[in-house]
């Protein structure tokens, strides 16, 4: 409907921190990177952009936790049940990127690219046909 603005709403595993953006959110990525992987214990990091001015904490927000990268990737976590909400980019002050799979609200965008292939782990082979990016597909590889 024009005019009208898609309310996404998502939670961590505990349920005390909870987050809403208003959509269509940017762009999918699966993030393959050293860090990435050690954070959320997988192969791989799907998370979706959004403008920051359009997500918002709506409750348990004193409960996150911070933990900044070197390269000031800051990546925000549930203190108490370790989920993964959100990660913000130095480069990209006016974005926040999202954890996707932490989405309440059922989420239809494809995904636009892998990055950081180069450093993808050996016993997951990428099949799905999407763009793969050695690093950052944002910036110069
Ligand atoms: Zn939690
Ligand atoms: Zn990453």
Known sequence: MPGSEEIF?????????????AGPPGGMWHCHC???????GAAFASSVQVD?????VVAGEGLLRTHEAESGTRRRFCGTCGSKIICT???????VYVMAATLDT?????AVAHIF?????????????????????????
């Open 106 to 110: 059922r989420l239809e965008a494809t």
């Open 9 to 21: 709403e998502g939670s961590c595993l505990c349920g005390r921190v909870r987050y809403r953006f």
């Open 89 to 95: 980019i130095t480069s990209e002050p006016d974005s």
């Open 34 to 40: 050293t860090d990435c992987r050690k954070t959320h």
């Open 52 to 56: 920051r001015g359009r997500f918002s």
């Open 117 to 141: 292939a180069r450093s993808k782990v050996p016993w997951y082979d990428i099949r799905d046909g999407l763009p793969q990016h050695q690093t950052y597909s944002g910036h110069e590889d």
